[in-house]
T-cell receptor, first 113, second 109 residues
Framework: DSGVTQTPKHLITATGQRVTLRCSPR?????VYWYQQSLDQGLQFLIQ?????ERAKGNILERFSAQQFPDLHSELNLSSLELGDSALYFCASSVWGGGNEQFFGPGTRLTVL | KNEVEQSPQNLTAQEGEFITINCSYSVGISALHWLQQHPGGGIVSLFMLSSGKKKHGRLIATINIQEKHSSLHITASHPRDSAVYICAVRANTGNQFYFGTGTSLTVIP
């Protein structure tokens, strides 16, 4: 158990819908990272937050947004969902914002029908 | 063009064999990570390197910054090492992360 929690574990929804994925980092970790893992694209970095501020941005679509709240939990919002958004979404956390070991959550499996 | 290339893509070994997985990257980096993903999907960070060599149990990771290359070695491999091993780098401009496509390792008893 990494200490990083993600909810829900599984999510099934329809095209065009909006969903919110939640991540609670390990106690004491200030940084949260979001990743997408699909069968055809592998792991891709979406976005990083550090202590509530956006720190780095990757291949995050405009239909996706994220934030980190004062209690350091983070949410990833996915809207206007398409079939291709079906993937595993991982959250990870680390102590600082720079080069630290990351601890991964169990992931949320999103299926868009 | 992939910023991170891993080889081999697939690897089958007999229990006890010494295993090497290679990772080459094309961008300037601040850190390189080796990750392990088990069949159930969970990801574990094995190493984070910015220079030199690190060892943890039967696992050794090395990095050569000049050659933009890293290797992950597993000594005395065991069936429980069967997993996908993923190399990832953090670029030193923009702080983006790039991932290799992974090496699927199967260790046969």
């Amino acid at each position: 158990d990494s200490g990083v929690t993600q909810t829900p574990k599984h999510l099934i929804t329809a095209t065009g819908q909006r969903v919110t994925l939640r991540c609670s980092p390990r106690s004491g970790d200030l940084s949260v990272y979001w990743y997408q893992q699909s069968l055809d694209q592998g792991l891709q970095f979406l976005i990083q937050y550090y202590n509530g501020e956006e720190r780095a941005k990757g291949n995050i679509l405009e239909r996706f947004s994220a934030q980190q709240f004062p209690d350091l939990h983070s949410e990833l919002n996915l809207s206007s969902l398409e079939l291709g958004d079906s993937a595993l979404y991982f959250c990870a956390s680390s102590v600082w914002g720079g080069g630290n070991e990351q601890f991964f959550g169990p992931g949320t499996r999103l299926t868009v029908l | 063009k992939n910023e991170v290339e891993q080889s081999p893509q697939n690897l089958t070994a007999q229990e006890g064999e010494f295993i090497t997985i290679n990772c080459s990257y094309s961008v300037g980096i601040s850190a390189l990570h080796w990750l392990q993903q088990h069949p159930g999907g969970g990801i574990v960070s094995l190493f984070m390197l910015s220079s030199g060599k690190k060892k943890h149990g039967r696992l050794i990771a090395t990095i050569n910054i000049q050659e933009k290359h890293s290797s992950l070695h597993i000594t005395a491999s065991h069936p429980r090492d069967s997993a996908v091993y993923i190399c990832a780098v953090r670029a030193n401009t923009g702080n983006q992360f790039y991932f290799g496509t992974g090496t699927s390792l199967t260790v046969i008893p």
